[in-house]
Structures are given as C-alpha cells and as structure tokens.
C-alpha cells in the first residue's frame, strides 16, 4: 500500500507561522506534523509514500530523507485532486492524507482495516465536530456515505470529513480524470457515493485539523497526553534537586537545573531549563533556553524565555527572545521577535522578526 501526504498548500490563516514553515512543518509534541504522518503510515504498513509540496519544499527536502518517502513538487495548487495527480499512477491501495492534521497511529491502522474490510473504491475517516460548516459534512445511510458537501450554511449533522481516505488502486484512474481550475478529492468522492462506493470509519482517539493557531496548541496537547510516554535520555543532565512528574519526555543532551519543574511536557535536544524554572503540559523544541514559566504553550527551536517570565496558551517562533519580567498570554509570536522586558502580551499576534512596539507588531 501507498500514500499521498498533501502539503502544498501556504495557510495564511496560520500567520504569523506560515511565512516561515508549511503547517506540515509545525512542531507537535517534539516532531514536525507531517514526521508524525510519516512514521504512522510507514508502521502501519506503508511502504511508499508521496509527500506533496510546493511553499518552502527545500525545507521538506531537508527533513524527510527516508529511502521509502519521495518528495514530489505541485507547481499548480488547484485542489488536493490535483495534488495527487502530480504523482504518478499510483498502482496500488493508497492513503491520501491532508498534511495538516494530526490523528493517531491507531486511527489510521483502523481505517486501513476497515477499507480492506468494506470492498469498496473508498473508506474515509469521519469525526465529530463543533463547527462542521467549516469542512465537508457527511450524510450516512446503511454505514455508507450517501453524500458529502462542503462547508455547507446549514449542515445537517455534525459528522464531518476528516480528510484522510484510503482509495482502491481503480480509483485513482477517476481522480486522474478531474478536470477544471480547482480540482477537489471531494468532487471524486462525490462521485463514488451515488454508487454506494465510499464507506467511513470514525475517528476513536483523536484528530485535529490545523487549520489556525489555536489548533497547534491543540495537536500538541492531544499528542503529548494521549501517546508521550515517559522517557528521560541517558545524555540529559538533570540535578538531583529537578522535579519530573508525569509523562515528561526529556531528549539527549538537555540540562535540568536545581529547583526546575517539568510536568507533562516534551523537552527537546539540548534544551536548557534553569534553576526555578517551570514548564507544564508544553512542547520545548531543541536548543530553547527556559529561566522562567512556560505552560501550556509550544516554543519553536531556538528560543529563549528569561527569567521571570510567563508563556500560557502561545505559541512562541524559533529564534525568538523573551526578555525578564515578560507575561505572554494567548498569543502567537512570529519568528525571530524580540519581546523587550516587563511587558504584558495578551490576545494578538506578532509579525516574524517583530519589535515591542504593539502598534506596529501586532495583528
């Protein structure tokens, strides 16, 4: 079996990230979103897969080097049709995968199973959702999928497309045949319904579509809760007077300092947590410095939060400093910004390579 993982597409509702990395790029609980995609399709079975990209796709290049992953460029983005038609024929089951959600390994091994069980020319993944007129609303009859609009005013229930499907190897020949300026995957499963050949599997554990900010902090949160397990390297440093309570993932070379806290959190390679610090329910990518209190947030690599200083519920971009006496809350910084000390952030956005100056940096 093969697969297509489509991340092509810039999302500027994901400013003030998406200058800098594709969604698919994000860090989630100490991997990139698409890495995560990659290592559950490979373990459920996988043996090829196709990763479609076009914004920043040297950054792709650079981190998926495995010999079973291709890096296969859109040059036109006209729909996720069109992306898989960049590929070529398939000739085989395959997964397509929107390359910015985050769903777990055992979703996607049971989605497979329910494909090979159900002998019909697609199986898709439906969810739940409290806002289902932002994505495709499915209608069910007998265990099948009977249609599948989008993004409708006034949806009839609240079971929605996913994005991830299973297709037979003979349905690639009708997503090949899509046609027009926006071609859709949706337009071919459309198709397939009015002769009863798409089924669905619902979601058991989780998914998130990353589809704004917020949602980074949610796809971090449901992987770190749900799948970390405790797991300290035998290169970290940790003082005997550090607290690690929970399922703490500390990478190698990271240094724990005396009277530092870490609870259910992901720290990542050399990673520093001063004395007193504190991080809880976050991700810390490699090479962050942590003086002060960082919970429920995820700091991009690189990045440094002095010493008392708090991050609640943010996102923080790589190469980025927080200045002493600091308190960001529900907020999202671009990219190498400065955060000069004793300010309070609350609620905006901040432009990559921003100053303190909130009339001029935020958004």
């Avoid at 609303?137 to 999928?145: H, K, M």
């Amino acid at each position: 079996m093969k697969a297509v993982i489509l991340c092509a597409k810039e999302k500027e509702s994901m400013f003030p990230f998406n200058e800098d990395r594709p969604t698919s790029l994000l860090p989630v609980a100490g991997k990139p979103v698409a890495r995560h995609l990659v290592d559950d399709l490979l373990d459920v079975g996988v043996d090829e897969i196709k990763l479609v990209a076009k914004h920043h796709i040297e950054m792709f290049r650079e981190e998926f080097t495995d010999p079973d992953v291709e890096i296969v460029e859109q040059e036109e983005v006209k729909g996720t049709a069109s992306a898989v038609q960049a590929c070529e024929r398939l000739e085989d089951d395959f997964f397509v995968v929107n390359g910015d959600v985050v769903v777990s390994r055992d979703d996607i091994e049971t989605l497979k199973s329910a494909f090979m069980n159900a002998g019909t020319d697609c199986t898709l993944l439906g969810a739940g959702e409290d806002q289902p007129e932002k994505f495709g609303v499915l209608s069910i009859t007998n265990d099948q999928v009977t249609d599948l609009e989008e993004k409708p005013e006034d949806p009839e229930n609240s079971l929605v497309n996913t994005g991830i499907y299973v297709f037979s190897e003979d349905a690639d020949d009708r997503i090949r045949e899509i046609s027009g300026e926006e071609r859709s995957l949706t337009e071919a499963v459309s198709d397939m319904t009015s002769s009863d050949e798409v089924s669905f599997e619902l979601v058991t554990d989780y998914w998130v579509d990353i589809g704004k900010p917020k949602r980074l902090l949610q796809a971090d949160e449901a992987k770190r809760t749900l799948e970390q397990a405790e797991e300290v390297s035998e290169s970290a440093q940790i003082h005997e007077d550090a607290s690690l309570d929970g399922k703490t993932r500390v990478a190698e070379d990271a240094v724990v300092g005396p009277g530092a806290v870490i609870e259910e959190s992901y720290v990542g390679k050399g990673v520093e947590v001063e004395p007193g610090a504190h991080i809880k329910s976050s991700t810390v990518q490699p090479g962050c410095v942590v003086s002060g209190d960082v919970k429920n947030s995820v700091l991009f690599r690189n990045t440094i939060i002095d010493t008392c200083s708090v991050i609640k519920s943010s996102a923080v971009a790589e190469e980025s400093d927080v200045r002493s006496g600091t308190v960001i809350r529900n907020s999202f910084i671009g990219a190498r910004s400065y955060v000069e000390m004793n300010n309070s952030v609350r609620s905006v956005k901040f432009v990559p390579d921003a100053r303190t100056d909130l009339s001029e940096i935020s958004k």
